[in-house]
Nanobody
Framework: QLQLVESGGGLVQPGGSLRLSCAASGFTLDDYCIGWFRQAPGKEREGIACISSSGGITNYADSVKGRFTISRDNAKNTVYLQMTTMKAEDTAVYYC???????????????????WGQGIQVTVSS
């Protein structure tokens, strides 16, 4: 059974850093694109970062560009989201999603992804 599990969330102070992990089980990530999304209370789920199956293509939302970095380790079947210089507006539930695609691209479009993790809370507050 295909499953994604996020970890690494929690409480961080403004300006601080966190690293989220998205671990896959039941399948290997080699042929899958991964996206990180977040949803704040009362808002739509928004795409913030994605990475192609080869890792050669990444895309970022303007709101996180220069602060967040997505990477993948296919040997560990895991994708990471390194978050730095965090702001209060980064507070949200973070989700990873995946879809099978070996094309050299990825999209920050929610409906493009077929499978989702359960989400993990990230709170930025002093």
């Amino acid at each position: 059974q295909l499953q994604l599990v996020e970890s690494g969330g929690g409480l961080v102070q403004p300006g601080g850093s966190l690293r989220l992990s998205c671990a896959a089980s039941g399948f290997t990530l080699d042929d899958y694109c991964i996206g990180w999304f977040r949803q704040a209370p009362g808002k739509e789920r928004e795409g913030i970062a994605c990475i192609s199956s080869s890792g050669g293509i990444t895309n970022y939302a303007d709101s996180v560009k220069g602060r967040f970095t997505i990477s993948r380790d296919n040997a560990k079947n895991t994708v990471y989201l390194q978050m730095t210089t965090m702001k209060a507006e980064d507070t949200a539930v973070y989700y990873c999603g995946t879809t099978i695609s070996t094309l050299p691209l990825c999209r920050l479009i929610k409906n493009w992804y077929d499978y989702w993790g359960q989400g993990i809370q990230v709170t930025v507050s002093s």
